[in-house]
């Protein structure tokens, strides 16, 4: 549990250790630097902004009759999302198998993306975590396809069969997963990036 409280304590505990290595004024110097460092820090870096995409505009209209000049997307997109919660406190510690789930999402991945033109596979966001969430750690991935007949083949390939057995025969009960499946026709779905990094579908 990685919250503010959690903090506080490991920082007192290292100022404890501080004091017991250090002499007594270094060991109060020492903080105090590090915190001047911070404030200074974020005095620098709150005068401007972050410009490695700044004015970088992108938007692809997959609508009709929009006020947008933009080409009209010619494919079609399937949205799926894909969710998992640890049902379980600290799950890095107490939850068995927990290096083994990672594996089995990352060759998912990893498939999806070496073979995108066989399963259709156009995007996917890096991990979404759920801040609303304040029992467990929950998870979400957003993930893009162009053809629901690959999909569904992508669903019976050997990367996903392996996760989706080993969670119905019970491999992983601390975990929970969900999925929502949206269809967006051709011409009824849009992305638009202003001022900040393509993510997702851009």
Known sequence: EFSMRTWLALGALLEVALMSILPRTGAVLLPIAYMLYLILRVARNSRGTYTSYYKTVKREDGRLNVPWKGP??????????????FNQYFPMISSPG???????????WVE?????????????????????????????WLTYFTDEDKLQKFVGGAAHQLGQKGYTKGKWPHLGVMHEHFKAPRSCWETVYIDMPPWGLG
Do not use: C, Q, Y
């Open 98 to 108: 927990i290096v083994d789930i990672a594996n089995t999402f990352e060759d998912m």
């Open 72 to 85: 009209v997307s010619p494919i079609k997109s399937s949205a799926f999302v894909l969710g998992a919660r």
């Open 112 to 140: 999806l993306e070496a073979n995108h033109e066989k399963w259709s596979f156009l995007a996917r966001t890096a991990t979404l975590v759920d801040v609303s969430d304040d029992e467990a750690i929950t998870m979400a």
